[in-house]
């Protein structure tokens, strides 16, 4: 069983450009997830979709960050203009199935390093 | 809001010796998870406790989950090598429907 994808896997850029990171979900996982996690902190959730609708942006920077999961499957998350605090490894995760509210064991992908200089 | 505490966040063992991390949370769960990350890698399940009571086991790690004390812990058996990485808690919030992560325990194991 494939993984959950992400890219790219490095990104470096200045400060004020855009940047978008692409996620692609295991076959079958209702509820994705796209976290920030900042050297040597926990992932901090920015978004949480199921299917494609959005379950919670209560942490999204939405002055700055967009997310969509437009067919319910693979999802893009943008950042416009970046910021030197946005420094940090972006990780999309999914999980089978949020309805049911029985296991909400996450499986992550490799993760976007983005820098900002 | 749900808040989840690690300790320690750094732990160095020697090879051989037993351990315990510590997970605590703020709010009513019964749904915890541990992920491990090796560095520079992306986070892998490792347990998945769904009841107040759950344990389970793989090789030298034994997690457990006490809801009542909304405390969790993860043993560690005559540590070796390979088990150096960082361990992170993730609790339910299930009211929300999302985890919340700790900070994570980075464990070293030296010979």
């Known amino acids: 069983e494939a993984g959950v994808a992400q890219s790219p896997r490095y990104k470096i850029i200045e400060k004020r450009q855009s940047v978008a990171f692409w996620c692609n979900p295991i076959?079958?996982?209702?509820?994705l997830y796209w976290y920030q996690q900042i050297l040597g902190q926990g992932p901090k959730l920015l978004i949480q979709?199921?299917?494609?609708?959005?379950?919670?942006d209560s942490q999204l920077p939405k002055d700055r960050f967009s997310a969509e999961r437009l067919k319910g499957v693979d999802s893009t998350l943008k950042i416009q203009p970046a910021k030197l605090e946005d420094s940090a490894v972006y990780l999309c995760?999914?999980?089978?199935?949020?309805?049911?509210?029985?296991?909400?064991?996450?499986?992550f992908g490799p993760g976007t390093r983005l820098t900002v200089l | 809001e749900l808040k989840v505490e690690q300790n320690p966040l750094f732990l160095s063992m020697q090879e051989g010796k037993n351990y315990t991390i510590y997970c605590n949370y703020s709010?009513?769960?019964?749904?915890l998870y541990w992920y491990r990350q090796d560095p520079g890698k992306s986070l892998e399940s490792l347990f998945v406790?769904?009841?107040?009571?759950a344990v389970k086991q793989e090789g030298r790690l034994m997690a457990s989950l006490d809801t009542k004390a909304r405390l969790s812990t993860l043993h560690i058996t005559a540590a070796v090598h390979d088990l150096s990485a960082t361990y992170f808690c993730?609790?339910?919030?299930?009211?929300?429907?999302?985890?919340?992560f700790g900070d994570g325990t980075t464990l070293t194991v030296k010979p």
């Open positions: 406790l769904l009841s107040n009571g």
């Open positions: 995760a999914s999980s089978l199935d949020l309805g049911l509210r029985v296991n909400n064991e996450q499986f």
């Open positions: 709010t009513t769960s019964d749904r």
């Open positions: 979709f199921q299917n494609n609708g959005v379950v919670d």
């Open positions: 993730a609790v339910d919030n299930t009211n929300a429907g999302k985890s919340t």
């Open positions: 076959s079958g996982h209702a509820t």
